[in-house]
């Protein structure tokens, strides 16, 4: 590689990395907590105590849910229904003034799914761990935030691709992972910050590049919903579950849209129903949200369209290569796969992903600090690019400096 392509990419490297630094340990901070979002909620969030029934009791309608959670907050109207995988016997309802709003003042509240009973209301936006989960989802700015912490992603994912290439020539004639432990501590931090570096590509690479497709949540669902009716306005919608021609009153539909749903697909299982309006739904129709009942599967959700006064069920349009890459994304995001062992391994690589961000951070600091003394001169054997006249790692003989930083 000439010296100036080594330019050009240690440039790169270096203002990609310097640009989202502060950002992604902000990033890795508030992450590190959240992979262990559901074990921290067990231990500080008081459990429902719910009542002792038998096995196959029946569950209560959810047209009577509906109206309990309309009783408890008059001048709510409901969004959505939608139960955790662990928790069968418990149902959440999302309330807030109006179905076309940004969600962000709505209320939660948990019911017996068995008897109908409200339980109370969950904090899960409130405290040390909603603190937590805005800063790393929006730093507390809605969508122009997500989209700012998403470009702050490509930066990083730049930083990453560029840190590979810089990488060969560095290691040219060095072992792999070498630290040079007899050289200066800046040299040492220089082979750390590789060494941690590649060692954690991969990983970096599928947290950073899940992350960046987080972001974009609101406008993927946004950009569905809008696919879907115009699938609708077009006729061209697959119907699955004709018009059964029966008049429901108004205080039962939505136990019938469950039932329409999970009649049209039954080897699925229910995740969320969406009340029309709402992001989710359409103006007309309720959206129910199933999903697979195998590992893989689980993470894939498939939403049907359902008309809560004709009983017809449909398909608008097949789940887009974009929503699945989301649907997939946002488990793998924070290692929730294979349960404990990996939120372990991606709280260590959160560590590692901190200490690698330190360390750039440090090296620029202590170059710039050089400059400043007068002591600019090549030491670190062609600093990702920056000095590239020597990559022969050979400890007997000076680094000399082939090209300006």
């Given at each position: 590689?000439?010296?100036?392509?080594?330019?050009?990419?240690?440039?790169?490297?270096?203002?990609?990395?310097?640009?989202?630094?502060?950002?992604?340990?902000?990033?890795?901070?508030?992450?590190?907590?959240?992979?262990?979002?559901?074990?921290?909620?067990?231990?500080?969030?008081?459990?429902?105590?719910?009542?002792?029934?038998?096995?196959?009791?029946?569950?209560?309608?959810?047209?009577?849910?509906?109206?309990?959670?309309?009783?408890?907050?008059?001048?709510?109207?409901?969004?959505?229904?939608?139960?955790?995988?662990?928790?069968?016997?418990?149902?959440?309802?999302?309330?807030?003034?109006?179905?076309?709003?940004?969600?962000?003042?709505?209320?939660?509240?948990?019911?017996?799914?068995?008897?109908?009973?409200?339980?109370?209301?969950?904090?899960?936006?409130?405290?040390?761990?909603?603190?937590?989960?805005?800063?790393?989802?929006?730093?507390?700015?809605?969508?122009?935030?997500?989209?700012?912490?998403?470009?702050?992603?490509?930066?990083?994912?730049?930083?990453?691709?560029?840190?590979?290439?810089?990488?060969?020539?560095?290691?040219?004639?060095?072992?792999?992972?070498?630290?040079?432990?007899?050289?200066?501590?800046?040299?040492?931090?220089?082979?750390?910050?590789?060494?941690?570096?590649?060692?954690?590509?991969?990983?970096?690479?599928?947290?950073?590049?899940?992350?960046?497709?987080?972001?974009?949540?609101?406008?993927?669902?946004?950009?569905?919903?809008?696919?879907?009716?115009?699938?609708?306005?077009?006729?061209?919608?697959?119907?699955?579950?004709?018009?059964?021609?029966?008049?429901?009153?108004?205080?039962?539909?939505?136990?019938?849209?469950?039932?329409?749903?999970?009649?049209?697909?039954?080897?699925?299982?229910?995740?969320?129903?969406?009340?029309?309006?709402?992001?989710?739904?359409?103006?007309?129709?309720?959206?129910?949200?199933?999903?697979?009942?195998?590992?893989?599967?689980?993470?894939?959700?498939?939403?049907?369209?359902?008309?809560?006064?004709?009983?017809?069920?449909?398909?608008?349009?097949?789940?887009?290569?974009?929503?699945?890459?989301?649907q997939l994304s946002q488990p793998l995001h924070f290692g929730d796969y294979g349960g404990l062992p990996l939120k372990i391994l991606w709280a260590a690589l959160d560590l590692i992903a901190i200490a690698v961000l330190g360390s750039?951070?440090?090296?620029?600091?202590?170059?710039?600090?050089?400059?400043?003394?007068?002591?600019?001169?090549?030491?670190?054997?062609?600093?990702?690019?920056?000095?590239?006249?020597?990559?022969?790692?050979?400890?007997?003989?000076?680094?000399?400096?082939?090209?300006?930083?």
């Open positions: 590689m000439s010296s100036r392509a080594l330019r050009g990419w240690g440039w790169l490297h270096r203002w990609s990395s310097l640009a989202c630094t502060l950002f992604l340990l902000i990033l890795c901070l508030t992450g590190l907590p959240l992979i262990f979002s559901h074990e921290i909620g067990e231990l500080t969030r008081p459990g429902f105590q719910l009542p002792p029934m038998r096995s196959d009791a029946p569950r209560a309608p959810l047209d009577a849910v509906e109206a309990a959670a309309r009783a408890a907050r008059p001048g709510l109207v409901p969004l959505y229904f939608f139960a955790e995988e662990d928790a069968p016997d418990l149902w959440y309802v999302k309330l807030d003034t109006r179905t076309d709003t940004d969600e962000r003042d709505a209320v939660l509240l948990a019911f017996d799914a068995r008897t109908g009973g409200l339980l109370g209301a969950p904090q899960l936006g409130t405290g040390f761990m909603g603190v937590m989960y805005r800063l790393h989802v929006d730093l507390f700015a809605g969508l122009p935030g997500k989209l700012f912490l998403g470009a702050m992603g490509v930066l990083f994912v730049l930083s990453l691709v560029s840190g590979v290439v810089l990488y060969a020539p560095f290691m040219r004639r060095l072992d792999f992972g070498a630290v040079r432990r007899d050289r200066p501590a800046r040299i040492r931090w220089l082979d750390l910050h590789n060494l941690l570096g590649i060692a954690t590509l991969a990983w970096a690479l599928v947290v950073g590049g899940t992350g960046v497709i987080n972001t974009w949540a609101e406008l993927i669902l946004k950009s569905w919903q809008t696919e879907q009716m115009q699938q609708l306005a077009a006729g061209r919608a697959t119907p699955l579950l004709a018009a059964d021609g029966k008049a429901i009153p108004e205080r039962e539909r939505v136990q019938r849209v469950l039932e329409r749903a999970t009649r049209a697909a039954p080897h699925m299982r229910l995740s969320m129903l969406a009340y029309p309006g709402t992001l989710l739904g359409t103006q007309q129709h309720f959206a129910v949200i199933l999903h697979g009942d195998t590992p893989l599967t689980a993470r894939l959700r498939q939403s049907l369209l359902v008309h809560p006064e004709t009983g017809e069920v449909l398909q608008a349009s097949a789940r887009p290569w974009y929503v699945t890459l989301f750039g951070l440090y090296l620029w600091l202590a170059k710039r600090g050089a400059h400043r003394a007068g002591r600019g001169k090549a030491v670190d054997h062609g600093e990702h690019g920056e000095k590239t006249g020597d990559f022969s790692g050979r400890r007997d003989r000076p680094a000399v400096r082939g090209t300006k930083a």
